[in-house]
């Protein structure tokens, strides 16, 4: 079955950090880009970091230096750390593969 499953969301206070999981199944997972989207309340969706099949990694101008984006191709796995976590991270972070396959989501709620 063809399918990416996200893990790791949760609340947690500003300044906190978190770790975010996406398992995938049922392609050749080393072989594509990997990335991480999210969706807040009434915001469309944005990409917050990609890594390519190469490990090359690109990130969104609001997440440089506070997150990571991270693969294990053995594993067929897709990590973010997210440190520094900021009220405005609070979203629906989505992982996504080939452009055209989506995980349900996990959430994200930065709150004190």
């Known amino acids: 079955q063809v399918q990416l499953v996200e893990s790791g969301g949760g609340l947690v206070q500003p300044g906190g950090s978190l770790r975010l999981s996406c398992a995938a199944s049922g392609f050749t997972f080393s072989f594509y880009t990997m990335r991480w989207y999210r969706q807040a309340p009434t915001k469309e969706r944005e990409l917050v970091a990609a890594i390519t099949r190469e490990s090359t990694r690109t990130y969104a101008d609001s997440v440089k230096g506070r997150f990571t984006i991270s693969r294990d191709n053995a594993k067929k796995a897709m990590y973010l750390q997210m440190n520094s976590l900021k009220p405005e991270d609070t979203a629906v972070y989505y992982c996504?593969?080939?452009?055209?396959?989506w995980g349900k989501g996990t959430l994200v709620t930065v709150s004190s």
């Open positions: 996504n593969a080939r452009g055209d396959l």
